[in-house]
């Protein structure tokens, strides 16, 4: 490449995101704004019983309204697709209620209209005989309740460790994980010193502000479907299946998401838009409201109990992990959220005796799925909570307590696979230093009480997993970049533009890159786990290396100097005119090798991990038990940062996101309803909720099997918030919340319980 | 429902517009239909601030404003061109402190800014927080939206 088409080093400088012109005047696109000539708008009614068989579904008084086009109930999509169950893990989903519901506001009918609030009203007149079945909603109940959620399991087939749950019957649980190391049970029996504790977390909403949108456009050949979509390609995949089609006559077409954060991942109204389209034959759009948000997916809610053998110097000898995930009515990929997150579950120390159960349930709630961080944020709630009431006890500072049990770099982690380039250590000392943790703290007075805490959590990326990426070069040596990574707010048309121009020595911001549509970019797994920068990113530096080399051979063939032609030049000679393409093509999937089914065990469960630490200090109103975090202190480890501008604000803005899910965040149930479906009574953090002072630190780092050694942060921010500020809390006033959300509700009865002076129910 | 049009004449974006629009029929809708996408529905109840729209120079949740009120009115909406590249002061700042990420709620923080920086030049920190408190971000870019107003009011106190 020619030294003036040399801009200077791309990866590691912050240029604006690519789309900001277009999302600061409101013409970035988005699928909610896709209106299609003859499209129908599609409103569902759906059920009003967690569980129950149903008997009879009426939808004569929604047919009768004016300018209803359709009624479509399980029936219907059952005579186009003859197995309509859909899911990543298991294929338990129908497209609409068949036989039976298993969570309330389960989508029962779709009306289908011109006019999207005559579909509304006629959606509303849609009612159900139903014959009740007795329901679960907990999940430690749910492991040994006579309410069975599914009378046979039926894994997808696509992960080799629920194989063994295929045709199994009376149960609910949709996978079992269990890691043992050493041996946990005797080392008890010897220990100095045993603390067991039990955690609980809620179910949270994802909430993005574009609800979950789809339209299905049946043509000639193909269907099209443009989707609010983390996952394109497998969207195609999954249609085509339920459909019996081949792959390429299904197109999958992704502009901006308004937010996603793991929600947006697999089949959401996908199959129901493709379904409605194909029996109606016009263009259908499925739009959902905020309410109907919280009857699509949540976090799941998780019980927790961790007990730990200590020795008299403070060093964890073993550690006994029991993990109840509570799933909802479909699993979703609850099931590798509670394999991959088990694999972490001791937490980021060395420990040579472990034992862990993970469990993913099936109950008669909403189902629950990722929401940033993979089940992390739950399993770093519980084991930072504990590592400071094992610190408190045995009256060690809770910094000193971490360094002494840190896993260190090149130590074998719990499943055997040796950590490698986790900067576990920089991040818990930088984080140490930014507390200033050995100076006095300012510990308030009066009503006011002022605290401080800290937490580290570790996360293994998903794996293995596969991205694919092309690089076209035009005749006067402009470049297109074809990735099927959806950009939903991260930053990632930005920072693969910044990898690609890396590699062919031009500026980022002369790469174009094209949004996901599958009849034109190429196979990318998903946006999710924090792994696109790294897999695609790995695959976007392929291709552009491919592309890069064929420039170069094809100049060495002209008999031009490769590396000094301008490649306008090149094309010149080559094609007589400015004509022709050059296009290279990377693919990448990790090494990864899976853990034995009994034990756990796998000298490869990752290609690379990502750590998290958090730091607050915090004041807590002792007549209120209202808690305000005065600051709020991010750390994480994201390898070499390509856009260290993006970097922060995915930190910071995990970390926020988190503070919510810490503080006030909570889906409410009352028997299996959703009582609080509104941003009206489910609150988000907004600008009075913000600490005043904020910091981010990506520590410097290298990842040996990244990008020019970077790797993700999407979701680093979000691990360790929780047991920070309960920490801060105990530090503060002396007690010990041990379940989210922690409400001024739920400090305060603490507080007066360790008055001895306890609150009624 | 009642489908009773009724025909309304107002200023978008400095131009005049005469629309047909139904009883039910609110501002979002209406101005999804004219091809501006800016406004986005979102909770449906007015608190989060992604349908901002400017009704006679005062932000109004789009989403809670029937179209027949905007009967003789003057809107604007974040389809307003400014200057020469097309984006104000306030656009520019967001920009250039990467003041949002997804973007569907960005459009309300600009249109709510604009409105702050009119009325108070050189706001506090907790101003800027007040003023913005009704909007939301899920993706929480909140500590680089205070940073970009921040900026916003020294690039307009340069100007001037």
Redesign the interface.
């Known amino acids: 490449m020619t030294s003036e088409r040399t801009p200077g080093p791309q990866v590691g400088r912050s240029p604006p995101r690519r789309e900001a012109r277009a999302k600061l005047s409101g013409r970035a696109p988005y699928v909610h704004d896709l209106v299609l000539p003859g499209m129908l708008h599609g409103k569902l009614a759906r059920s009003t019983r967690p569980h129950a068989r149903i008997r009879r579904i009426d939808t004569a008084a929604a047919r009768a309204i004016e300018g209803v086009h359709a009624v479509l109930t399980g029936d219907d999509i059952r005579q186009l697709i003859p197995q309509p169950y859909h899911g990543p893990a298991f294929h338990d989903q129908p497209i609409l209620a068949l036989d039976k519901v298993r969570y309330a506001g389960e989508p029962l009918a779709l009306v289908l209209a011109s006019d999207p609030h005559v579909a509304q009203t006629a959606a509303r007149l849609i009612e159900a005989e139903y014959e009740e079945l007795p329901a679960v909603y907990d999940e430690v109940e749910a492991m040994r309740s006579s309410a069975i959620v599914h009378d046979v399991l039926k894994p997808a087939g696509t992960f080799p460790d629920l194989k063994h749950l295929a045709g199994k019957r009376d149960t609910n649980v949709a996978l079992d994980f269990h890691l043992r190391r050493g041996n946990a049970a005797r080392a008890f029996e010897h220990a100095e010193h045993v603390f067991e504790h039990t955690f609980k977390t809620q179910q949270v909403l994802h909430l993005p502000l574009e609800p979950f949108v789809s339209v299905a456009d049946p043509g000639e050949r193909q269907l099209t479907l443009h989707t609010a979509s983390q996952s394109p390609s497998f969207v195609r995949i999954e249609i085509a299946r339920l459909l019996g089609w081949p792959e390429n006559r299904v197109r999958v077409q992704v502009p901006f998401l308004g937010g996603g954060f793991g929600a947006k991942v697999y089949v959401k109204l996908e199959a129901l838009v493709a379904a409605a389209a194909l029996i109606v034959r016009r263009p259908v759009k499925v739009a959902l409201t905020m309410e109907e948000q919280f009857y699509t997916l949540t976090k799941h809610a998780a019980t927790l109990r961790i007990k730990s053998a200590v020795d008299a110097e403070g060093r964890i000898s073993a550690r006994e992990c029991e993990v109840w995930w509570n799933g909802g009515a479909y699993a979703d990929i609850g099931p590798r959220i509670t394999q991959k997150s088990g694999f972490t579950a001791p937490g980021p120390y060395d420990i040579e005796h472990v034992s862990i159960d993970s469990y993913a349930l099936y109950t008669n709630l909403p189902p629950a799925g990722a929401l940033r961080g993979f089940g992390i944020p739950q399993l770093v709630w519980a084991y930072e909570s504990h590592a400071d009431m094992i610190a408190r006890a045995l009256s060690i500072d809770p910094l000193a307590f971490r360094r002494k049990n840190l896993l260190r770099e090149g130590r074998a982690q719990a499943t055997g696979t040796l950590m490698r380039d986790a900067a576990l250590d920089t991040v818990l000392e930088r984080l140490a230093q930014r507390m200033r943790w050995d100076e006095p703290f300012e510990r308030g007075s009066g009503s006011v009480r002022r605290g401080r805490g800290i937490g580290i959590g570790f996360k293994a990326s998903i794996s293995p997993t596969t991205s694919v990426a092309i690089v076209s070069v035009s005749a006067d040596g402009s470049c297109h970049l074809l990735c099927s990574t959806v950009d939903m707010g991260q930053g990632s048309d930005t920072a693969m533009a910044q990898i690609a121009a890396e590699v062919l020595g031009i500026a980022a911001e002369d790469i174009t890159v094209v949004h996901p549509d599958t009849d034109v970019t190429p196979f990318d797994m998903a946006t999710l786990g924090s792994r696109s920068t790294y897999h695609m990113g790995n695959a976007v530096k392929r291709a552009a290396e491919d592309a890069r080399d064929r420039l170069f051979a094809l100049a060495a063939e002209l008999g031009l100097a490769p590396e000094t032609t301008p490649i306008p030049e090149i094309f010149r000679r080559k094609y007589g005119m400015q004509a022709g393409n050059v296009v290279g093509q990377g693919s990448f999937v990790p090494s990864y090798i899976p853990t034995d089914h009994a034990s756990g065990q796998s000298s490869d469960v990752t290609p690379f991990w990502m750590v998290g630490a958090t730091g607050v200090e915090i004041e807590v109103d002792t007549e209120t038990g209202q808690v305000k975090v005065t600051r709020l202190v991010n750390l994480a480890d994201a390898g070499r940062t390509v856009n260290p501008a993006i970097v922060d604000t995915q930190l910071s803005g995990a970390a926020i996101m988190q503070l919510g899910f810490t503080l006030f965040e909570q889906i409410e149930f009352r028997s299996g309803q959703v009582a609080n479906a509104s941003l009206a009574d489910y609150k988000i953090p907004g600008m009075h909720d913000l600490p005043p002072l904020i910091e981010n630190e990506a520590v410097t780092a290298h990842e040996h099997g990244g990008p020019f050694g970077a790797k993700g942060v999407g979701e680093s921010g979000t691990f360790a918030v929780s047991p920070a500020i309960a920490n801060a809390i105990e530090d503060a006033v002396g007690v010990r919340v041990t379940a989210l959300p922690i409400t001024a509700e739920a400090v305060y009865r603490a507080l007066r319980a360790s008055r001895g002076e306890p609150l009624a129910q | 429902?009642s489908t009773a049009q009724r025909i309304i004449r107002f200023t978008l974006n400095g131009e005049a517009i005469a629309a047909s629009v139904a009883p039910?029929e609110n501002v979002v809708e209406l101005l999804?239909r004219l091809g501006?996408?800016?406004?986005?529905e979102?909770?449906?109840?007015g608190?989060?601030g992604?349908c901002t729209v400017r009704v006679d120079g005062l932000a109004v949740s789009g989403c809670l404003y029937f179209a027949v009120q905007l009967d003789a009115t003057c809107v604007d909406?974040?389809?307003q061109?400014f200057g020469e590249d097309?984006?104000d002061e306030v656009?520019q700042a967001?920009?250039?402190c990467?003041a949002?990420?997804?973007?569907?709620?960005?459009?309300g923080f600009?249109l709510m800014s604009r409105e702050l920086l009119a009325a108070n030049p050189e706001p506090s920190e907790d101003e800027?927080?007040?003023y913005?408190?009704g909007?939301?971000?899920?993706?929480?870019?909140?500590?680089?939206i205070?940073r970009a107003v921040q900026l916003a009011a020294r690039m307009r106190r340069a100007r001037s």
């Open positions: 429902m039910h999804q501006l996408h800016g406004a986005r979102s909770c449906g109840q608190l989060c992604c909406t974040i389809e061109p097309g984006l656009q967001f920009a250039q990467g949002f990420q997804c973007g569907f709620c960005t459009p600009v800027i927080r007040h913005l408190s909007n939301l971000c899920r993706c929480a870019a909140y500590p680089e205070i």
